[in-house]
């Protein structure tokens, strides 16, 4: 079974500057979360979606994040103006609505944004 | 959402036994307790998860307390490719996003 792909691996850019994340879930997986990871904590959550409805953006900054999953499979998170603080690693997930199925969540390789 | 508490680091020598602990002390009745690890530049993936009984699996076996307020991921013999940061997270339904803390980081000594 292929893995939740997630690109670009790495990406350098200015402040003020934008940036857009991809992701693609495992096949089947209706739910799919963004996570942001600043260096030596735990992820937090952004966003998480249901197909291609939001569930839970409580913790996403909407004046400069915002997020789609068209079609109810990819999905790309977007900043726009970038900040120094959102300097982190930005992980995917997807999961299976089957429970308990403890293993259905998956997480990508993450993507790491450096703002300069 | 469940609070859990871990130590921040811990060590072990290679092919020794590993008893990586945490206490969640307000987990509800019906949370799974859900460990998953992270190695470096990777993003965290799943290990094990139990309710009430222990549970073994190839990579590692999980010892739960009888009164639920705390359990202990064991891996039997840790490998250089153990070294990891361990999260534990009690989750009370599918599709619920995982919380995580700040985890244990383990590292392994050849």
């Known amino acids: 079974e292929a893995g939740v792909a997630q690109s670009p691996r790495y990406k350098i850019i200015e402040k003020r500057q934008s940036v857009a994340f991809w992701c693609n879930p495992i096949?089947?997986?209706?739910?799919l979360y963004w996570y942001q990871q600043i260096l030596g904590q735990g992820p937090k959550l952004l966003i998480q979606?249901?197909?291609?409805?939001?569930?839970?953006d409580s913790q996403l900054p909407k004046d400069r994040f915002s997020a789609e999953r068209l079609k109810g499979v990819d999905s790309t998170l977007k900043i726009q103006p970038a900040k120094l603080e959102d300097s982190a690693v930005y992980l995917c997930?997807?999961?299976?609505?089957?429970?308990?199925?403890?293993?259905?969540?998956?997480f990508g390789s993450g993507t790491r944004l450096t703002v300069v | 959402d469940a609070k859990t508490t871990q130590p921040n680091s811990m060590e072990s020598n290679e092919e020794e036994p590993v008893h990586l602990p945490c206490n969640h002390s307000?987990?509800?009745?019906?949370?799974?307790i859900h460990w998953y690890r992270q190695l470096p530049s990777q993003g965290p993936e799943y290990v094990i998860h139990?309710?009430?009984s222990n549970v073994n699996n190839r990579m590692a076996s999980l010892a739960i307390a009888e009164d639920r307020k705390s359990s202990t991921l064991i891996l039997h013999r840790a490998t250089l490719r153990d070294a990891a940061v361990y999260y534990c997270?009690?989750?009370?339904?599918?599709?619920?996003?995982?919380?995580f803390g700040k985890g244990t980081r383990l590292s392994v000594i050849a």
């Open positions: 997930a997807s999961s299976l609505e089957v429970w308990p199925l403890g293993y259905g969540y998956t």
């Open positions: 096949s089947g997986h209706a739910t």
């Open positions: 979606f249901q197909n291609n409805g939001v569930v839970d």
């Open positions: 307000t987990i509800s009745g019906t949370d799974y």
């Open positions: 139990g309710l009430t």
């Open positions: 997270i009690p989750v009370n339904s599918g599709n619920t996003p995982l919380v």
